[in-house]
């Protein structure tokens, strides 16, 4: 069976690139398709299209373009179907309109695909941080036939897929800090305490101090926002890292706030998949050094990302 997509490790998103798995088992043998000898229509995503995204949903308009192998006309008049991950429904999804598929021939059918967030983000969470596999089921019924005949086909699609977003968090080159001397040479990632409002990242992070004395980090912390919306709370250390002359080995403890994720992530699709991330730190954070005490109150440091999530997972392959 002819699979076009590819899910990836994502949160929210692989939720959608699921939504279109339908299509490749909704034309099972049943007896009546076997009688009229009714062949697999062949499918490919050919675009998508936001409609909308509020704090708990993200509404997209799916096309689809579908080769119908048989010698007549197909009318697929309506489909509905649930979207599961984990057990929890995530999603509905249905067809905008009747579509007929000429002969031996390529047409578009356009679908609707409502995702609930507010939904999505639990139900993956607890995999996410032990790096288990989450499951994806897909269940409902696509009504298909000739002309005035039409036949309900039920169908049932179930996948895993792996949910250890770290395994692909990488450093590939050397990163200075804007601070003289320092610089970032190696990070190692692992999950730590989870909840069901925050989820912990915990980053060993290699850094290289090439100055000739010791730099002291005091910090109480410092919140990361992206498009505005907090995302993650930050502490270095126990509040104060000593990097000394040479290699070192520092603890990052990020808390990322699950329940602002649904938010984010709307922002980030209205605002044309881009997200500005800014970490700014907390009063009472200062840096020491040979060279005296530098205050780092209300510091901040942003950056633009380009972060297109729909086109990353559901333009896959």
Not at 94 to 112: E, F, H, I, M, Y
Not at 141 to 154: C, D, E, K, Q, V
């Amino acid at each position: 069976m002819n699979n076009i997509f590819t899910l990836y490790k994502v949160g929210a998103a692989a939720l959608l690139a699921g939504l279109l798995l339908f299509t490749a088992c909704s034309a099972d043998t049943f007896s009546l398709a076997r009688q009229l000898n009714l062949r697999e229509p062949q499918v490919s995503l050919a675009g998508y299209k936001l409609l909308s995204a509020v704090d708990d949903r993200v509404e997209a308009e799916l096309t689809l373009t579908v080769h119908n192998p048989n010698a007549l006309s197909i009318d697929l008049s309506r489909l509905q179907a649930e979207a599961y991950v984990n057990d929890v429904k995530v999603a509905d999804i249905s067809q905008a309109g009747t579509a007929t598929l000429p002969a031996k021939d390529n047409s578009q059918v356009t679908l609707r695909a409502t995702a609930y967030t507010d939904q999505l983000w639990p139900c993956l969470a607890g995999h996410i941080s032990r790096g288990d596999s989450s499951r994806l089921a897909l269940r409902g019924t696509a009504y298909i036939g000739y002309g005035w005949l039409s036949f309900p086909y039920p169908f049932t699609y179930e996948r895993s897929f792996k949910t250890d977003l770290l395994s692909r968090l990488t450093l590939k080159e050397e990163k200075k800090l804007p601070l003289p001397g320092l610089s970032i040479t190696g990070v190692r990632s692992s999950w730590g305490e989870i909840t069901d409002d925050n989820l912990q990242v915990l980053h060993d992070v290699a850094v290289i101090n090439r100055n000739q004395d010791a730099v002291t980090l005091h910090t109480s912390g410092y919140d990361v926002t992206g498009n505005g919306i907090a995302l993650v709370e930050g502490l270095v250390d126990d509040g104060i890292a000593v990097i000394r002359p040479g290699n070192n080995t520092v603890r990052v403890t990020n808390t990322i706030r699950m329940q602002n994720i649904a938010a984010w992530l709307a922002g980030h699709l209205n605002r044309g998949e881009m997200t500005t991330l800014e970490l700014k730190f907390k009063p009472g954070s200062s840096i020491e050094g040979a060279q005296g005490s530098t205050s780092l109150d209300g510091r901040t440091f942003a950056a633009d990302v380009q972060t297109d999530l729909v086109k990353g997972i559901l333009l896959s392959k």
